[in-house]
């Protein structure tokens, strides 16, 4: 389908209605050098090990109806054209009896943010994606003065208007928000896993885990149960994981309002949300259509993901059918084109972008809300591993019991076109209640107010689910994946007979500013951790220590019951820690390359070989 830009610029919106209208001594290795094993300083034959293809860091296609929504082609379609090598590039490349024209570039800082490579942009344009499907609308609710006061998000006075006999505005009118505070916690359609609901689990207290100067800033949290509900059936295990519904940024979604021109006294009124299909906006419901009452704020706080992910063709297929500046719109539909793929395919893998720098990026686009929720992503939950022993930890207060749990976060964050960095949903959301939650403290409160939605999450992820009270084990972890490791070091130190079979390999920059939970980890501490720093001192990895502590590592993965562990990110860290297993295997059990690899797996498969990256 060839569609000429001038036609697409002079053809008007059609099909669109509007959404205000319608201790005894082990036997086992210790975590020291072995005097007994082999000379540390002999060189070693190097070993052959095939290079492995470093892949990305973000996941961006699990199946094909995740290839239509980025590209808006089926997967045949894309294959047709781009096999993936690069060769989408030459389609940048002018071809012969092809008109171009210049196109004047938006002169704005967002903009020029993105890196989009363009010169000069075909006055034909061929496969260009059609117009999203919208299967969300909303639909404004009018009351009469009786009707009865709303929920804390509605901040607008809703103005009188007389009852209508129409049997819809009757229903409009018999449909109200639920009596929720959707400031602490997500209005109850935000479904995640079933059987859980989310619960404000009050801060118990927080703490800042690194010190200044470290790379990574870490907090500690302790979340306040005891009121979760009990009617769930599974408890809170050792090792297991909580969800988190964490909401955008306050600010950010204000500014996405603000530049879609969303009136202020419209952003937390009650309205109609009526969705044709999907599951949008539960997060695990069912696909099928919806009508529910909610806000305008509450559906870009809690249940629309709006700096995650990469920027898609449907959604830039929907700016350019609300750009009112020409060469804005050129750009957009040469984006969505055949002939601006190799721009397309820069743009997405470039640097990481929001939806308001996007917005920003192209300011005369103002597409209706609901459109554009229909081709934005869902705000999933986030998973926190436990990082204590969720059946001790309880203290008194007030005369009265509290259970706790508790987590630790670190923030993540990425380069903002603004300057500076911006944080992670999950933890930017985090970092934010333990700043408030301190600076309370610091004003005088004793006991803050301030609530993390969470919910019991991976009770049965592989961490709990193969973690057993007898049997030695071996923990690898790096920055905040050795956290999940404390609550099992907890729990094996108060039997007797497991003191001696719990060892950790805990991987840090530097002791002096990121290493989380120095001295709490019970009596035994120094026994059964050992850290290593690759920024100061000997300067190594916990990869190179597994291989040094071939011994310890060939001895717990041999015993009976015997579990090696490893928790953090799979970039480099949970990469090496493989590696190094496989030549722990090659050098202990004489096995070849392969042999070791596949001797791994097959622990991997009875259990005793367990990892937990991201």
């Keep these: 389908m060839s569609v000429s830009i001038e036609q697409q610029l002079v053809d008007p919106v059609v099909g669109y209605v509007s959404e205000e209208e319608a201790r005894t001594p082990s036997i086992a290795p210790s975590l020291t050098y072995s005097d007994d094993s082999e000379d540390q300083d002999e060189l070693q034959p190097p070993e052959e090990t095939p290079r492995r293809r470093r892949a990305s860091t973000r996941l961006i296609a699990q199946s094909p109806a995740d290839v239509q929504r980025i590209t808006g082609e089926s997967t045949q379609q894309l294959l047709s054209r781009c096999c993936g090598g690069g060769c989408c590039v030459k389609l940048q490349e002018k071809e012969e009896g092809i008109d171009y024209e210049c196109v004047s570039l938006p002169d704005n800082d967002a903009f020029r943010s993105l890196g989009l490579k363009i010169d000069e942009i075909p006055t034909v344009l061929t496969k260009v994606l059609d117009l999203p499907e919208q299967i969300i609308f909303l639909q404004s609710i009018r009351r009469g003065s009786g009707a009865p006061s709303q929920s804390p998000t509605d901040l607008a006075i809703s103005p009188d208007s007389q009852t209508s006999s129409s049997p819809i505005e009757t229903k409009l009118q018999n449909l109200s928000l639920e009596d929720l505070d959707t400031s602490i916690q997500p ?85 109609l949300l009526r969705t044709t299909r999907g599951r949008w906006p539960t997060v695990w419901g069912e696909d099928e259509a919806r009508e529910l009452v909610t806000t305008r704020r509450d559906l870009l706080t809690w249940c629309t993901d709006i700096q995650s992910y990469p920027p898609t063709k449907p959604l830039l297929r929907v700016l350019a059918e609300y750009a009112l500046d020409p060469n804005e719109k050129k750009i957009l539909m040469y984006l969505c084109a055949s002939e601006g793929q190799g721009v397309f395919c820069d743009f997405r893998t470039g640097p990481h972008i929001s939806l308001a720098q996007i917005l920003s990026a192209f300011p005369s686009a103002k597409p209706p809300l609901d459109l554009l929720l229909s081709v934005l992503q869902q705000l999933m939950p986030r998973f926190y591993s436990l990082s204590n022993d969720p059946h001790e930890s309880c203290e008194i207060r007030d005369g009265k019991q509290h259970r706790l749990i508790e987590i630790a976060v670190t923030v993540q964050e990425t380069p903002d076109w603004r300057g500076g960095c911006r944080t992670g949903v999950g933890s930017g959301f985090f970092e934010r209640q333990s700043n408030k939650f301190l600076e309370l403290q610091r004003s005088g409160q004793t006991a803050p107010q301030l609530y993390i939605p969470m919910f019991k999450g991976l009770m049965a992820n592989p961490l709990a689910k193969e973690f057993m009270s007898d049997g030695p084990m071996l923990l690898i972890g790096a920055g905040v994946g050795i956290a999940p490791f404390r609550g ?68 717990i993965i041999n015993s009976v019951d015997g579990r090696v562990f490893v928790c953090g990110s799979s970039q480099g860290m949970g990469e090496g820690v493989e590696e190094a297993l496989i030549k722990v295997a090659r050098k202990k059990g004489n096995l070849e390359y392969e042999e070791a690899k596949k001797f791994w797996g097959l622990k991997r498969e009875v259990g005793q070989y367990i990892t937990e990256t991201w």
């Design 187 to 271: 209005p109850s359609f935000v479904q995640p896993h079933p059987p859980y609901h989310v619960f404000p689990a009050r801060i118990h207290n927080t703490r800042e885990l690194t010190k200044p100067g470290a790379e990574k800033r870490t907090y500690h949290f302790d979340l306040d149960i005891t009121d979760y509900p009990h009617g769930e059936g599974v408890d809170f295990k050792v090792g297991g994981a909580i969800g988190v519904s964490a909401p955008n940024d306050a600010a950010a979604v204000e500014q996405i309002l603000d530049l879609l021109l969303v009136p202020r006294y419209l952003r937390s009124k009650p309205v």
């Design 488 to 555: 099992f070091v907890q729990h094996r130190l108060k039997k007797a007979n497991c003191a001696n079979k719990v060892w950790v390999l805990q991987g840090i920059r530097d002791s002096l500013v990121d290493e989380l939970y120095g001295g709490e980890w019970g009596v035994h501490e120094d026994r059964v951790k050992k850290v290593v720093q690759s920024r100061r001192g000997e300067s190594r990895y916990v990869q190179d220590e597994v291989v040094h502590q071939a011994d310890l590592v060939w001895s």
